[in-house]
């Protein structure tokens, strides 16, 4: 999507470690603008597939998300990464080790909103190692739904996660695909 590589391109910092920051449209300050843009090419994408539920994980797949749904018309459930008294009665959970934060946690999302006959559409800022996909892939399959793929607004190309996801036969559709971050701060993506 031109739209979003352009603005990787003016307001994403490179930083050490595989770090791409685009906290200044994408994951802290947020362009609604943008996130509308995207909503429309997912709904482009993934809108002949009967989509019944959006599915992310906290924090930042969730404003994303919520402008995706506008478009597909339905609900937003997304995994929390803490408990809490609020989360009562039974829960489907999964590990998760993090990318940037260098640790593990548990995902937990209540039985109630997640059901075998849900057709899920997956949603995440970004794609790294695949860890944080593997994880809701793992509460979706607990909930006997069906995962009809997954929409990421920037996805690693030289990390791992993308072909392990796609050789496990998801269907990701990566709205920008970073190939190479270089060390004068200059990013290059792959043709789409
Ligand atoms: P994965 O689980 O695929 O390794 O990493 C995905 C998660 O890590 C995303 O939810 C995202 O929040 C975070 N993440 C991975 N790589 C980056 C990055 O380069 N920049 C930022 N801001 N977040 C990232």
């Known amino acids: 999507m ?3 590589e352009e603005r990787i391109r ?6 050490a470690g595989n770090v791409l920051k685009v906290d200044s449209f994408l994951n802290h300050q947020m362009d609604i603008d943008l996130f509308n843009e995207m909503g429309k090419e ?4 993934f809108g002949e597939d009967d989509v019944t539920k959006i599915v992310t994980i906290e924090a930042s797949g969730i404003g994303i998300a919520c402008v995706v749904a506008q478009y597909f018309n339905v609900p937003v459930v997304f995994a929390k990464k803490s408990e809490s008294k609020n989360l009562d009665g039974d ?3 999964s590990t998760v080790s993090s990318f940037t934060k260098n640790k593990v946690y548990d995902i937990r999302v209540s039985k109630k909103f997640l059901h075998k006959e849900d057709r899920i559409l997956l949603i995440d800022d970004f ?3 695949g860890n944080a996909m593997l994880g809701l892939l793992d509460i979706c399959q607990q909930a006997g739904a069906t995962v009809v793929g ?4 920037i996805e690693k190309g030289f990390q791992e996660g993308g072909e392990l996801l796609r050789k496990r036969g998801l269907r990701i559709e990566s709205l920008a695909i970073v190939d190479a971050m270089n060390e004068d701060g ?4 792959r043709p789409q």
């Open 2 to 4: 031109q739209l979003l």
């Open 10 to 15: 003016k307001d994403g910092i490179v930083r």
């Open 42 to 45: 997912l709904f482009r994408l």
């Open 91 to 93: 829960i489907y959970t």
């Open 127 to 129: 794609l790294a190692k």
């Open 150 to 153: 997954a929409g990421i607004a």
């Open 186 to 189: 200059t990013i290059e993506f």
